[in-house]
């Protein structure tokens, strides 16, 4: 990076952050974008997303690629980067990044969160190929086909019916005796016949090109079994990425992501959060949403020039 002084520094290069990129550099702020990765977050790891608009279907690789290419136009990007340290000093920050420091006057906070993984045979090998950790995102490619979904509480509910609704064969497996999903969910899911499968892991996954069948544990019994199926929906969570967040005292919700007001301000002030590190719907049109709403807000409570009076 070139000048060490930015108005606007954004952490996280997904839908969120480099769409708050875009609306910081069209508002005239001077800003930048870290990200620990090559940008794209969650969504760049989906095969196909149809619920864009101005897109019938896009690979989510190509689609991040289209957004970092449109942020890059007026913005720098810095990839590969992990920021490890935030401070205050006076009315800027100061943002460590290895052995660099930038001072800026507001941050973006758009880190994201990652999937909580299962850990068995088979997730990461056939992610894409039948795995996937979101029904609303990849459901479309499984109608008329048989599915499970992995996880008891209302996100694996609310998957299961949504898988079931749009024409999928729904089981659902729980390693618990009961669900954790309200109870609404549950009779839902019983009244639209979602097979239950309890006190139940799944410990398996395999097949051939994509994913065939599957192998469950009873926990009672240890009877193990095969089911064929033509896809697998992880719903067991998400992990918010806040580490940074709770270094710099950003306060958390009960549930673990970072709070905001209806601006995407946290309760520090010229702190801002945007994506899924906020929790909520968790889509890329939301994440959007949140970017631009975040720059925004960050525009109007920067726009004195302040810079001038340092000169």
Not at 37 to 65: H, Q, R, V, Y
Not at 110 to 128: F, N, R, S
Not at 164 to 187: E, F, M, P, W
Not at 286 to 310: F, H, L, N, V
Request: net charge negative; proline share 2%; with cysteine.
């Amino acid at each position: 990076m070139g000048d060490d002084i930015f108005d606007l520094l954004i952490v996280g290069g997904g839908p969120a952050g480099l769409t708050a990129g875009i609306y910081a550099a069209r508002s005239g702020l001077k800003a930048a974008i870290l990200d620990k990765g090559m940008c794209g977050g969650m969504a760049a790891t989906s095969p196909w997303i149809e619920n864009f608009p101005g897109f019938k279907g896009i690979d989510g690789m190509e689609l991040m690629e289209k957004m970092k290419e449109h942020a890059e136009e007026n913005m720098e990007i810095v990839v590969g980067v992990d920021v490890s340290e935030i401070t205050s000093s006076g009315q800027e920050f100061v943002v460590r990044v290895g052995d660099k420091s930038f001072e800026c006057l507001a941050i973006i906070i758009a880190t994201g969160a990652e999937h909580k993984k299962l850990g068995v045979p088979g997730e990461i090998e056939y992610l894409g190929r039948g795995v996937s950790y979101c029904a609303t995102c990849d459901g479309a490619f499984f109608k008329g086909k048989r599915v499970v979904v992995v996880g008891g509480g209302n996100n694996g509910a609310t998957e299961a019916l949504h898988l079931k609704n749009i024409g999928c064969v729904v089981s659902l497996i729980h390693r618990r005796d009961t669900l954790r999903a309200d109870k609404y969910l549950q009779d839902q899911m019983i009244s639209q016949g979602v097979e239950l499968i309890l006190d139940s892991t799944l410990e398996i996954i395999d097949g051939k090109a994509k994913v065939e069948l599957i192998q469950i544990k009873n926990k009672k019994t240890g009877e193990l079994t095969r089911h064929e199926v033509d896809g697998v929906f992880i719903s067991i969570g998400e992990e918010p990425n806040t580490a940074l967040a709770r270094q710099f005292n950003v306060a958390l919700t009960p549930d673990g992501y970072i709070g905001t007001d209806r601006k995407q301000r946290t309760n520090i002030d010229k702190v801002y959060a945007a994506g899924d590190v906020t929790g909520g719907l968790r889509q890329v049109i939301t994440a959007c949403a949140e970017g631009a709403t975040a720059a925004m807000s960050a525009y109007e409570d920067i726009r004195i020039p302040y810079w001038s009076k340092r000169e």
